[in-house]
């Protein structure tokens, strides 16, 4: 990296898998008596299974009290191969509030819960800073990359470069999964019940990025910048959910409200992923 100020992150993953699990079982409130006058919440409650291959953070910050007049520049390159695999599964949970004998005068409420499973070849946040309080006095921008990225490469007085491949396996999946509130005996009376902004998230990802470069609003001439960010994936990327139940169940209900609202359910697969803010 040719700049007076430079951050080098090189990853490279050759073989073997990650994976993460997570078989959270029952969380909540199990009454086994009628309740009477008695609210019962279930909420904030997350279990989340996250694998990831390459994983990076990187950050160049440079401030100029007076005048600055170094250049900067932050190279970001990660890879996988497909002898490789990542693999991230949430199942076989509940959670919630279950009453056996019926309900009476008593708020049940299940909300803001989540299983979230996340799966990805390479992540990375990439962050270039360089402020002035006055002015630039930068001359002669800088090239960064080259060979050791496979070729990419870019030039200014301030530069950020992403190069990401993945080649890798990547699979997320959340199964086998319920939240929510269940009251069997004689019924629900006189009570409000909500199941509300519960998340159920599988999410895969191959590559994904996120870059900036941050510069000062001053007088006078600014000084070049560049994002460059390249993405290649050549292996399936997937994303599951199946068996999931969100809801209320209640063996009667009298003078009850019965509130199903703002509950997601996502799986969501993306093979390259960036965003470049300058």
Do not use: H, K, W
């Amino acid at each position: 990296v040719l700049a007076d100020f430079a951050v080098m992150n090189i990853q490279d993953a050759s073989d073997g898998a990650v994976s993460a699990t997570a078989t959270p079982g029952a969380v909540g409130a199990i009454v086994n008596e009628t309740v009477t006058n008695s609210p019962i919440s279930v909420s904030g409650n997350s279990t989340t299974a996250q694998a990831t291959i390459n994983s990076a953070l990187n950050t160049l910050s440079l401030t100029g009290a007076s005048a600055l007049n170094a250049t900067a520049g932050l190279v970001n390159s990660q890879s996988n191969t497909a002898a490789g695999s990542a693999a991230a599964t949430v199942q076989f949970g509940s959670v919630g509030a279950i009453v056996f004998d019926g309900v009476s005068g008593s708020p049940l409420n299940v909300s803001g819960n989540s299983y979230v499973a996340t799966a990805a070849g390479n992540t990375a946040t990439n962050a270039l800073n360089a402020t002035s309080s006055s002015v630039y006095g930068v001359s002669g921008s800088q090239a960064i990359g080259g060979a050791v990225v496979g070729g990419n490469t870019a030039q200014a007085d301030y530069a950020v470069l992403n190069v990401q491949n993945n080649n890798a396996g990547i699979a997320a999946t959340a199964q086998n999964l319920a939240i929510g509130v269940l009251s069997g005996g004689p019924g629900t009376g006189g009570s409000n019940m909500s199941v509300t902004n519960n998340i159920v998230s599988a999410s895969a990802t191959g590559n994904r990025a996120v870059n900036s470069i941050g510069l000062s609003s001053v007088a006078g001439t600014l000084p070049s910048a560049s994002l460059t960010s390249a993405q290649s994936n050549t292996a399936s990327v997937t994303a599951t959910v199946s068996g999931v139940v969100i809801g209320i169940g209640a063996g009667g209900v009298g003078g009850s409200n019965a509130v199903v609202s703002g509950n997601n359910i996502s799986a969501t697969a993306i093979g390259n992923s960036a965003r470049g803010t300058i």
